[in-house]
């Protein structure tokens, strides 16, 4: 290639040049605005939103977690007071149910007791008015074999019931 | 991530995008590079003249070089942002979010948090003006090399300074000239107007003074073989090497550090120059004007009723 090709001095100052390179900065900090740093700083924003709203639920989570878990824990205690309770008035209960069954037990063996000892009395008195016939009778008996002859025995027998009766009541 | 076909695609674009450019840049300085011999220490070459009022426009390698490495910067920003997610899933994206952080982190502690806006300007002025410097090692002429093109960067910059100083009102400005005392007011307006000159040749010449000493070391190796004798001489293999440890430091490291130093002193520069005290009197008092003035607006709505 043939081309003249003139160059500047090294030191040559002109107007449009200087101009053209103004803008060329301008243009260059246009570029950079509109196409690095406003979608970067979009990003980031975005970013940061994300992180923000992980974080707010987090704590939005750890926040009814605690209640909850205070909720939890009233409870608990109540169940604890709940338990002492149910098991003093079950204990309270179980002493009233034992003894009421001890005092009728006492009772129901009082009354057999009694009944017992009525039966036993009663059976002595007939087994006493028993052998008072017949000790009467025999006496009775004794007394013709004795005499010899006939006594009006109903005269007899109501003479020597009164005396056994007599010896009964200084027996029973 | 599974990419779909669709999303390759539009990468493999990205890409393109990318690294397109800097191969143009490449093919253009081949193909339009005359061939020299010696040292050839000049200013970009001229593409077109255009006759215009004042001065001609002059599109050089600077403007043309400055133009791909912005579509370049494009490609960069497209490929980064390209599936961003909530939940990341690309590497690219974390690169991305790391880059704006670090930007917003560096604004912030520089700045103050009034200053947030000014994040991908900082991030603009770091990247050009790094991607500009480091284009000298596909063999492009570095933008940054040209006066012109710092030069302009400075003055945006002292645009925004003069801007946020306004914002305290003229008045605080102009008073601002003739602190602390009234004579060192020349003083004042010299170094108002120091600020962007030296932002514009600090970076400037860092970036050329790299490449001169380059270009003459790279000749003096070249020169030192040719006397060498026999078959040593034919091959300039000393030029292989060494010149790749300067350019280490003159192309890649002052590239990055003259980035570094032109966005810092911007940073410093507007926030240091915003009047906070006077900014935030002069609020008060226009919202009490503002107050007042619409009392009076009410008082005379009801005096008409």
Not at chain 1, 150 to 159: F, G
Not at chain 2, 83 to 102: C, D, I, N, S, Y
Not at chain 2, 175 to 199: R, Y
């Amino acid at each position: 290639m043939s081309l003249e090709i003139q160059s500047l001095d090294v030191i040559s100052v002109n107007i449009w040049q200087i101009l053209i390179s103004l803008v060329n900065l301008v243009l260059i900090f246009l570029i950079l605005k509109k196409i690095l740093y406003k979608p970067v700083r979009e990003t980031l924003k975005q970013r940061q939103n994300a992180v923000d709203k992980i974080y707010d639920d987090a704590n939005s989570a750890r926040n009814a977690a605690m209640s909850e878990k205070a909720e939890y824990d009233e409870k608990l205690s109540h169940a604890h007071d709940e338990a002492t309770e149910i098991v003093s008035s079950a204990r309270e209960r179980a002493q009233r149910v034992g003894d009421e069954i001890v005092n009728d037990a006492n009772r129901r063996a009082a009354q057999l007791m009694k009944r017992a000892d009525d039966e036993i009395a009663g059976q002595r008195k007939k087994a006493m008015n028993e052998i008072k016939d017949e000790i009467s009778g025999l006496s009775v008996d004794i007394a013709e074999k004795v005499i010899g002859r006939e006594i009006n025995e109903s005269d007899n027998k109501s003479l020597i019931d009164e005396f056994i009766s007599g010896i009964g009541d200084d027996n029973g | 991530m599974n990419k779909t076909l669709k999303f390759r695609i539009v990468d493999i674009f990205y890409l393109f995008l990318i690294i397109a450019p800097l191969v143009a840049g490449m093919v253009i300085k081949v193909l339009t590079e005359p061939a020299a011999e010696g040292i050839k220490i000049a200013g970009a070459n001229i593409f077109f003249t255009i006759p215009f009022f004042i001065q001609d426009i002059v599109i050089t390698e600077s403007q043309i070089n400055s133009w791909l490495i912005i579509i370049t910067i494009l490609g960069i920003c497209l490929y980064l942002t390209h599936g961003l997610k909530t939940v990341p899933g690309l590497k690219r994206q974390h690169l991305a979010e790391m880059a704006v952080e670090k930007v917003d982190a560096l604004v912030l502690e520089n700045m103050g948090e009034m200053f947030m806006g000014f994040s991908p300007f900082i991030a603009g002025i770091m990247i050009l003006s790094a991607l500009s410097s480091l284009s000298c090692l596909v063999g492009m002429y570095s933008p940054t090399s040209d006066i012109n093109v710092t030069a302009g960067w400075a003055i945006l910059v002292f645009i925004l300074i003069t801007h946020y100083k306004l914002k305290g009102g003229f008045g605080n400005y102009l008073k601002s000239f003739a602190e602390p005392v009234v004579i060192l007011t020349p003083m004042n307006i010299i170094s108002e107007i120091a600020t962007p000159v030296s932002m514009a040749f600090r970076h400037y010449g860092n970036v050329l003074s790299g490449a001169v000493i380059s270009a003459l070391l790279g000749s003096f190796l070249g020169g030192l073989t040719k006397k060498l004798p026999g078959i040593l001489g034919q091959i300039p293999f000393l030029r292989a090497g060494i010149p790749a440890v300067l350019s280490l430091y003159f192309d890649i490291f002052s590239g990055c550090m003259q980035a570094f130093i032109f966005a810092m002193l911007t940073m410093l520069y507007v926030s240091g120059g915003f009047p906070g005290e006077a900014y935030e009197k002069r609020m008060k008092r226009k919202i009490e004007r503002a107050k007042k003035r619409a009392e009076a607006k009410a008082r005379a709505a009801a005096d008409k009723v």
